[in-house]
T-cell receptor, first 112, second 118 residues
Framework: GENVEQHPSTLSVQEGDSAVIKCTYS??????FPWYKQELGKRPQLIID?????GEKKDQRIAVTLNKTAKHFSLHITETQPEDSAVYFC???????????FGKGTKLSVKP | EADIYQTPRYLVIGTGKKITLECSQT?????MYWYQQDPGMELHLIHY???????EKGDLSSESTVSRIRTEHFPLTLESARPSHTSQYLC?????????????????FGEGSRLTVL
C-alpha cells in the first residue's frame, strides 16, 4: 500500500522568511496530493492540493510542486506570518480503496 | 450550512464503560471516515464507509466498531473503554468518486471528540 514520508517534523522560521516542507510517496499510481493545515485545537483543513497531471500550483503565498518521477511533492510558504504557525500534513491518494494516506506532520513555528 | 458535527466534543469516562461517539454530516457525501489522533500528531485511519451498510477497517487496528445505517450518520462505539483509548477521534467525509465532475475527494473533518479514559 501507499506510504508517505514527511520532513522535517519541526520547522522554525523568522517572520517573513520562506518555509519548505517535503513529502515522498511510494505508490506510483497515486494521483492526488493535498496539504492540510491544523491549528492548535482546531480541525485539519485543506489549504492547497495538486493532481498528478500538474507540476506546480500556487495560491497567494503558498505553492505546491510535484515531481512524479521522483515521487515527491513539496509545500512552499513565502513571506511567513505568525498565523502560519500550525501543524501541516501532506497526503497522497492511491490504492484500490482511494483513501488519503497522511504524512506524520510538520510543526511550523513562525517567530515574530 | 453544510458541515460535519461531532458529539460529544469532550468526554471523561471510567474504565470499562461503553461509549458512542456521534458523527453526522450535512455535506451530502457518501464516504465517511474515523481518524484517531493524539494532539498535533499523526492521523491514523481506523474505520471508513463507502455508504449505507458499508463499513471497512482502516490502517490502524482499533477495538472500536462503527455502523452506517443512514447516509449522514456514522457513529463509533467502544464497548469497554480503557486508558489506552485516550485520544482525539476525528470524523471526516468526502465524495465517493473523486475525479468525476472535477471533484477531488477533498476530506472535510469534524471538530473532533476528545476522549479521556481514567
Amino acid at each position: 500500500g501507499e506510504n508517505v514520508e514527511q520532513h522535517p517534523s519541526t520547522l522554525s522560521v523568522q517572520e517573513g522568511d520562506s518555509a519548505v516542507i517535503k513529502c515522498t510517496y511510494s505508490d506510483s499510481a497515486s494521483n492526488y496530493f493535498p496539504w492540510y493545515k491544523q491549528e492548535l485545537g482546531k480541525r485539519p483543513q485543506l489549504i492547497i492540493d495538486i493532481r498528478s497531471n500538474v507540476g506546480e500550483k500556487k495560491d497567494q503565498r503558498i505553492a505546491v510542486t510535484l515531481n512524479k518521477t521522483a515521487k515527491h511533492f513539496s509545500l512552499h510558504i513565502t513571506e511567513t506570518q505568525p498565523e502560519d504557525s500550525a501543524v501541516y500534513f501532506c497526503a497522497a491518494r492511491g490504492g484500490s480503496q482511494g483513501n488519503l494516506i497522511f504524512g506524520k506532520g510538520t510543526k511550523l513555528s513562525v517567530k515574530p | 450550512e453544510a458541515d460535519i458535527y461531532q458529539t460529544p466534543r469532550y468526554l471523561v469516562i471510567g474504565t470499562g464503560k461503553k461509549i458512542t461517539l456521534e458523527c453526522s454530516q450535512t455535506m451530502g457525501h457518501d464516504k465517511m471516515y474515523w481518524y484517531q489522533q493524539d494532539p498535533g500528531m499523526e492521523l491514523h485511519l481506523i474505520h471508513y464507509s463507502y455508504g449505507v451498510n458499508s463499513t471497512e477497517k482502516g490502517d490502524l487496528s482499533s477495538e472500536s466498531t462503527v455502523s452506517r445505517i443512514r447516509t449522514e450518520h456514522f457513529p463509533l462505539t467502544l464497548e469497554s473503554a480503557r486508558p489506552s483509548h485516550t485520544s482525539q477521534y476525528l470524523c471526516a467525509s468526502s465524495e465517493y468518486f473523486p475525479g468525476l465532475a472535477g471533484n477531488t475527494g477533498e476530506l472535510f473533518f469534524g471538530e473532533g471528540s476528545r476522549l479521556t479514559v481514567l
